[in-house]
């Protein structure tokens, strides 16, 4: 996996996001600020510009400047907890870039998640997302599927992990405030996250 796939990677998920800006607006509205779609699909504009106007030369680099652009551009919460997986993925990342480094990098990440959100599977966040998107990985790499499979089996388990939010109740975040009236409603920060992962299933398929 060289540098220019992750650029596509980040290419594929600016579009996903745009295209679902308003859904995620929606299911913020419901439970937040009704403002998450309008604010990641803004950041991931910035993004696709940053790469274009200094043309990464290694996948951590992409990572390195997308972390870094999330963080500065992406308003809430969103931009720091994306940034960080992106910022420890480019700091844990080795070259030449394997499945299971990728998926070792990705695992580092969601520790680094958890631990600025204080947030854990079950908590209705984005870390119901990508907890099993990463787990999925793991098991790939363990069982020697392909790069393809592995990354459609990882947007798999991320869409499932965002839809397995809509029962629960939220215990972390703005949506935490509602206590049971968040029940029923799908966590927006998983259903990006989903689409994050999705984008990269799409790019390697």
Known sequence: MEADVFVAWFEAAARMVHDERDRLTRLDA???DADHGTNLDRGLTEVRAALDGSPPETPGQVLATAGATLIRRVGGAS??????????????LESPV??????????????????????????????DALTPASRALALAVRDGVGVREAFRQAARAAEEGAKATIPMQARKGRASYLG???????????ASAALFMAALASVVA
């Open 30 to 32: 419901a439970i937040g």
């Open 79 to 92: 931009g720091p907890l994306y940034g960080s997986v992106f910022r420890q993925m480019a700091k844990s």
């Open 98 to 127: 394997t499945l299971a480094g990728f998926a070792a990098a990705f695992e580092d990440g969601v520790v680094a998640l958890e631990r600025l959100g204080k947030a854990v599977p079950g908590d209705k966040t984005m870390v």
């Open 180 to 190: 049971e009236r968040s029940v029923g409603h799908e966590d927006p920060g998983a």
